[in-house]
């Protein structure tokens, strides 16, 4: 069974302050996802990382994957409110796992 | 190019009811997938479908089902409703290979009484 762990799961930070969140799986899997929520929303995917070593950006939000390590990685750079959201991480374990989800980091930026 | 769309959108039921959600993919996927989302398990995988078949099974009881259509449409059934089967349920859409970007849907809320 696939096991995710998300570090950490709340984080409060200012704007323009860089920060990193961590996801770390127990098996083997070949690619990730990176999703985002809303409160009373849905998920927004963000990153499809592919391989290893693969690393994605858009605008200030950057991913990697390496899957040697079987550790993704989702970098903040200068935050901004509008990053203010749940980030969820989700390797694929296959068959009874599914997209298996971290319990996802609750993100608050403050002006 | 229109989303997933889930409906309804809110229900609320009574234990020992049963309950039918409706899912229609992205035109031209053919691969549907349903979550759980609750406050204390976080988001956990039901079932995928993939050409009117039953592709991958999560860990739920018989209680929880579901089928697909010829057109990728999808409905999952809970019958005997719990309390605890409150939730978000989500639906997800992929071209075709398993475990491909999954694209979401807006949830039905099911409020169990």
Known sequence: ?111 | KAGVTQTPRYLIKTRGQQVTLSCSPISGHRSVSWYQQTPGQGLQFLFEYFSETQRNKGNFPGRFSGRQFSNSRSEMNVSTLELGDSALYLCASSLEGEWTEAFFGQGTRLTVV
């Open chain 1, 1 to 111: 069974e696939l096991k995710v762990e998300q570090n950490p799961l709340f984080l409060s930070m200012q704007e323009g302050k860089n920060y990193t969140i961590y996801c770390n799986y127990s098996t083997t899997s070949d690619r990730l996802y990176w999703y985002r929520q809303d409160p009373g929303k849905s998920l927004e995917s963000l990153f499809v990382l592919l391989s290893n070593g693969a690393v994605k950006q858009e605008g200030r939000l950057m991913a990697s994957l390496d899957t040697k390590a079987r550790l993704s990685t989702l970098h903040i750079t200068a935050a901004v409110h509008d990053l203010s959201a749940t980030y969820f991480c989700a390797p694929p374990g296959g068959g009874a796992d599914g997209l298996t989800f971290g319990k996802g980091t609750h993100l608050i930026i403050q002006p």
